[in-house]
């Protein structure tokens, strides 16, 4: 059953699969599926794949775009059994099982797995996305690495011109793991990779400053951890307040309650929410809107219907599952094992139903910035590792799960250059010249 194209029983049609969405769930249902013999239908408005832990790098100018993506065609051409489409869809009819598209178009299905994701929430503030962008997709990526780079030319230009700048200060909203990440890349910028590139100001000058409105920043890793993080972020540099909800946010600066904190560049990473498409379902959802699924990852009353990744509200242990890679990519599979084991039952198959959709948690890591990193280790063993060790292990897992081998390629002399010369590559502005809130001096 390699290429899916194995033989359907006579007089039965072979079972259709639409899988919506093209990121990690997705596209591991999608691989899984090719193994089975069902035809597959996966619908993605972008026509690649992103690896969005790596997302950070690109905003931050060590990697480019290219690095981190990959046309969903390419990854998956070599299964016969599987079409790809670039559309969006807007819709359901549960009842004649079929999803309406953005275009007009109407997918009939038999299976369907949703695996949409979630967006950037600024908590009922959208007002805030145009002054603080967040970072979900390339595009965003590429805005925070225009507004980060450009607050250095512009502050070069007017020192060289009036003699003075605005202060290079940094702030970050929010306390996770891409909030952590951007902060340390942002002082390995000014600190190390361009401290010699300018003539008239002091890049290793500019401040960062996380905000968090909770009690700890990384509030999933053990305390340990936490403390481990914050240590290493001070040691760059980085300023971090814990227990300060931002209250408004205006074009160069930020403020907490009555106090003003002045800001070049304002980064967003407070928090997400789940496609809208999960309500779009009609299925009883929580209240950041992820549906309600079950242990086999059905919706109520729905078994032909899987919801995996960030969308989907999936308890273990007493606690959700937290909306990151590793579960997705583990729902997105199983997702696929189960429609066929369902499909084998149709057809009269002797094989047991597989069981229930449970997760294997095999750690998780961030990285703050050069040898410098948290990791919880689960499996194969279990370790709290902090620095060194554990920024090198970040970096080998990072690779092993890039999908491509030109992609693993060059991430990994990208990295060895940058870590080597303390020179990184994909520093490039494009796109408008104007900051929110900068004052030229004029």
């Not at 489409?85 to 275009?103: I, N, S």
Request: glycine share 10%; proline share 5%.
């Amino acid at each position: 059953m390699g290429d899916g194209a194995d033989a359907v029983p006579a007089g039965r049609v072979r079972r259709r699969v639409v899988v919506l969405g093209g990121g990690f769930a997705g596209l591991n249902a999608a691989m899984e599926l090719a193994k089975l013999p069902v035809d597959v239908t996966l619908v993605d408005r972008k026509n690649y794949h992103t690896f969005q832990p790596l997302l950070y790098q690109v905003a931050l100018a060590v990697l480019s775009p290219a690095d981190i993506a990959q046309p969903i065609r390419s990854i998956l051409r070599d299964h016969a059994n599987i079409e790809v489409l670039m559309d969006e869809a807007v819709g359901f009819d549960l009842d004649q099982r079929q999803v309406r598209l953005k275009t007009g178009s109407v997918l009939a299905y038999d299976y369907l797995i949703v695996a949409t994701g979630a967006t950037l929430s600024y908590f009922g503030r959208e007002d805030w996305a145009k002054l603080a962008p967040g970072l979900k997709t390339i595009d965003d990526a590429l805005e925070m690495r225009r507004r980060v780079l450009l607050a250095f030319e512009l502050a070069e230009r007017q020192m060289m011109e009036h003699g003075t700048h605005p202060p290079l200060k940094f702030v970050i909203v929010g306390g996770g793991p891409t909030a952590v990440e951007l902060a340390g890349a942002i002082s390995d910028i000014a600190r190390l990779y361009m401290r010699n590139n300018f003539r008239y100001i002091d890049t290793r000058q500019a401040k960062v400053l996380i905000l968090e409105g909770s009690p700890h920043i990384l509030g999933m890793y053990p305390e340990d951890l936490q403390q481990k993080a914050r240590k290493q972020l001070e040691e760059l540099g980085v300023e971090v307040r814990t227990g300060t909800a931002v209250t408004d946010l205006q074009p160069g600066y930020v403020m907490i309650g009555d106090e003003r904190i002045d800001a070049v560049v304002t980064l967003w990473a407070a928090g997400v929410q789940p496609s809208p498409l999960g309500r779009l379902l009609g299925a009883e959802t929580d209240k950041k809107g992820c549906v309600l699924v079950d242990e086999y990852l059905n919706p109520k009353g729905h078994p032909e219907i899987f919801v995996c990744g960030d969308l989907a509200h999936v308890e273990q242990d007493g606690r959700q599952l937290p909306g990151v890679a590793q579960p997705a990519m583990q729902m997105g599979a199983y997702a696929a094992r189960r429609i066929g084991s369902l499909v084998g039952q149709e057809a009269g198959s002797d094989g047991r139903a597989i069981k229930g959709f449970r997760y294997f948690d095999k750690g998780d890591m961030a990285t703050i910035g050069r040898k410098a990193a948290i990791a919880k280790i689960v499996w194969p063993f279990k370790a709290h590792w902090s620095g060194f060790m554990a920024w090198l292990a970040w970096l080998i897992v990072h690779i092993y799960f890039l999908i491509g081998f030109r992609n693993r390629l060059g991430v990994f002399s990208q990295w060895a250059w940058t870590y080597l010369t303390l020179r990184d590559g994909a520093r490039l502005i494009t796109g408008s010249e104007d900051l929110p809130g900068w004052n030229d001096g004029e």
